[in-house]
């Protein structure tokens, strides 16, 4: 018998004491109910008369059951159906109760039965279970598994007096389907309610800081669970790591680690990732070498983070004397060739993959064709396509987000449509590199339409990604100035996307079109990018176009303050000086490159 009938038969037992025969009876009732499994009966039983004898048993049992004073045992039974996957039982004359019906929701949850959810949905609006908070929960977490959190969060607002546990189960469901700025909001409004958040509220909500790298909501955060003693369970302690690794604030991991009373595997490889994925390489390995038990996870942070910020010749070396490697050892080789460029390496390496027989997922695909998107070598593409589609991963998003961009980068458009349109699903990253194509290829139309179709597609929300592609195809087609700001207020209001450097480079590009660069210089102040030297580069870069000399003086300045002296930054003031007829300018900058001994990088072209 199933441990979880034989408890629920222990209650049935303490709650039919009062009566001993109707306990012998019902407890007769109950083992022939489930002397069968679901659709098989014994060999005694296979007339067709015995078949509804058994099942007319059954009917008889449930309504017995149903009709009785106690609720509780109505609710044993009915969730004991649900563990062995008996349909929902809502037929009856007799109302269950929310205990039964939060079993059968979670049954239907366990199982991914979606059309019998929704029927359980549609009982529990006609008979007004849904007020219910345990049942509505029950419900927004069966939602949240099929990624349907639109409706989840609908649910939710429905519920008069949400508990604890619901607010979490949304909040996670946010996370999971990486909708990472609403989890933070509705984190937010859990504190304004007159409800406490407990640990799987802040462990949530450190989910998606990290994410976001937020920094200084999730120090905010790590004070909190502080104030409330929540710091000394393990699973909120790893959380905390984990954060501040996707943080870049290695120290701090290092102290949560130092501080904890009892470490297990996880503690282990976060601290172990936090060091190897910020480039803290020496920490990273000698974290390997103290740790107790190094498992498979461990050796892959190590080859990831050599392959990505060391030689990845070594990472090649650990790999080979790794005890058990798998695909994703391999894929870490194989991104770390791609991020540097080494494209050839990563083709080469992946038919050594190939020929030692290792099993490649989506992942493996997913690198090997950004390596070749940097070749823009479409033969080789349309042959990794065809291996693709031999190992049956072609369908997935990851995959055919890199294809799409693979062919856009070839120049092959129509491939890159076909490949978008094939997908049998399309999640925000397939929608962003199919805009991105476009607006590589030079077509700002279709990114902005893209964009239009991609805002009324349920549960799609655009990123920072959305947004470049939008001020990238806004730069490239001359865009008017206002438009642009529309754009990019609608990121940050609409959206809550905080700007990164790259979005401000692209507003400054546009800006300098216009000649508005001292609104552009006022706008790096108001945005907090004042020691970022990438966007003092991008104003200097405008003003070039536009001559404003004044500007180009300020934003000079401070590149060379920032990234140091570089031959760039002189070549491009002088142009601003040129293009002004202001010839003594030109001498001038001419001779502080030649005193500063600045030198310029030797140029080359393929033929």
Same mark, same amino acid.
């Given at each position: 018998?199933?441990?979880f ?6 209650k049935?037992?303490?709650?039919w004491?009062?009566?001993?025969w ?16 679901r ?8 007339s067709p ?11 008889l049992?449930?309504e017995?059951?149903?009709?009785s ?10 969730s ?14 007799s ?8 079993h ?16 359980l ?8 279970f849904i ?9 927004i ?9 639109h409706? #989840?969060?609908?649910? $939710?607002?429905?519920? +008069?007096? %949400?508990?604890?546990v !619901?607010?979490n189960? @949304?909040?996670? *469901?946010?996370?999971?389907?990486g909708?990472?700025h ?7 409004q ?13 462990t ?25 003693g ?17 943080c ?10 130092g ?6 595997d ?5 601290v172990l990732?936090?060091?190897a ?6 920490? #990273?390995?000698?974290? $390997?070498?103290?740790? +107790?038990? %190094?498992?498979?996870? !461990?050796y892959?942070? @190590?080859i990831? *983070?050599i ?26 080789i ?17 038919c050594?993959?190939h ?21 823009a070598?479409?033969t ?35 491939e #890159?449509?076909?490949? $978008?349109e094939?997908? +049998?699903?399309?999640n ?5 590199a @199919?805009?991105? *194509? ?21 549960d799609l929300?655009p990123?920072e ?8 195809a ?5 865009v ?22 790259e979005?401000?480079?692209?507003m ?20 907090g ?7 003092w ?6 003003c ?5 000399v ?15 002296e ?42």
């Amino acid at each position: 018998m199933h441990p979880f009938i034989a408890l629920e038969f222990e209650k049935l037992i303490q709650f039919w004491t009062s009566n001993l025969w109707s306990q012998i009876s019902n407890i007769f009732f109950f083992f022939f109910f489930f002397s069968f499994p679901r659709g098989e009966v014994s060999s005694n039983f296979k007339s067709p008369s015995r078949v509804r004898s058994h099942q007319l048993t059954k009917q008889l049992f449930l309504e017995r059951v149903c009709r009785s004073r106690s609720k509780l045992a109505a609710g044993t039974v009915i969730s004991a159906i649900a563990l062995r996957k008996a349909p929902p039982i809502i037929g009856f004359s007799s109302k269950p109760n929310a205990y039964s019906l939060v079993h059968l929701i979670r049954d239907c949850t366990t199982n991914s039965r979606f059309s019998h959810g929704q029927q359980l949905h549609s009982y529990l609006l006609k008979s007004g279970f849904i007020s219910n908070v345990f049942v509505s929960t029950s419900l927004i977490n069966f939602y949240v598994k099929f990624e349907l959190v639109h409706d #989840a969060h609908h649910l $939710f607002d429905e519920i +008069p007096e %949400p508990s604890v546990v !619901s607010w979490n189960s @949304l909040i996670s *469901g946010y996370v999971h389907s990486g909708k990472f700025h609403r989890a933070l909001n509705l984190f937010c409004q859990l504190e304004r309610s007159n409800l406490a958040a407990d640990s799987y509220s802040f462990t949530a909500a450190l989910c998606a800081c990290g994410q976001l790298s937020r920094v200084r909501e999730g120090k905010s955060l790590h004070s909190k669970i502080l104030k409330y003693g929540a710091e000394c369970s393990i699973f909120v302690a790893n959380c905390l790591i984990d954060m501040y690794g996707k943080c870049s604030c290695v120290s701090d991991a290092m102290k949560v680690f130092g501080d904890m009373a009892e470490k297990d595997d996880i503690s282990w490889n976060s601290v172990l990732a936090a060091n190897a994925r910020n480039g803290a390489l020496d920490q #990273a390995f000698a974290v $390997f070498c103290r740790m +107790p038990n %190094p498992d498979t996870i !461990s050796y892959n942070e @190590l080859i990831d *983070g050599i392959a990505k910020f060391g030689v990845v010749e070594d990472a090649v070396t650990l790999l080979s004397r790794m005890p058990n490697p798998n695909s994703s050892s391999w894929n870490a080789i194989i991104t770390g060739y791609a991020n540097r460029g080494r494209g050839r390496d990563a083709v080469r390496f992946f038919c050594k993959m190939h020929s030692c027989r290792i099993r490649m997922d989506e992942f493996t695909f997913s690198s090997v064709l950004s390596s070749i998107a940097g070749l823009a070598a479409l033969t080789l593409g349309s042959l990794t396509h065809c291996c693709a589609l031999k190992c049956g991963l072609d369908e997935y998003v990851v995959v055919g987000s890199a294809l799409t961009d693979m062919y856009f980068k070839c120049g092959a458009v129509e491939e #890159a449509e076909r490949s $978008f349109e094939s997908l +049998p699903e399309r999640n925000l990253v397939t929608w962003n590199a @199919l805009m991105s *194509g476009y607006a590589h290829n030079g077509d700002p139309r279709k990114v902005f339409e893209l964009f239009k179709e991609m805002k009324g597609v349920k549960d799609l929300e655009p990123d920072e990604i959305t947004f470049l592609n939008v001020l990238s195809a806004c730069w490239h087609g001359r865009v008017r100035l206002d438009v642009v700001r529309g754009y990019f207020d609608v990121m940050r209001v609409e959206y809550g996307i905080d700007p990164m450097p790259e979005h401000c480079c692209l507003m400054i590009k546009v800006m300098g079109q216009e000649g508005d660069v001292r609104d552009a210089e006022e706008m790096i102040g108001e945005l907090g990018f004042g020691s970022c030297g990438m966007v003092w580069r991008a104003l200097l870069g405008a003003c070039v176009s536009c001559g404003d000399v004044g500007v180009a003086e300020v934003a000079a300045r401070k590149v060379v303050e920032l990234d140091g002296e570089k031959e760039v930054v002189y070549v491009s003031l002088s142009n601003v000086y040129a293009g002004r007829g202001d010839w003594d300018g030109v001498a001038r900058v001419r001779r502080e490159t030649k005193e500063r001994k600045v030198r310029k990088e030797a140029g080359c072209s393929w033929i």
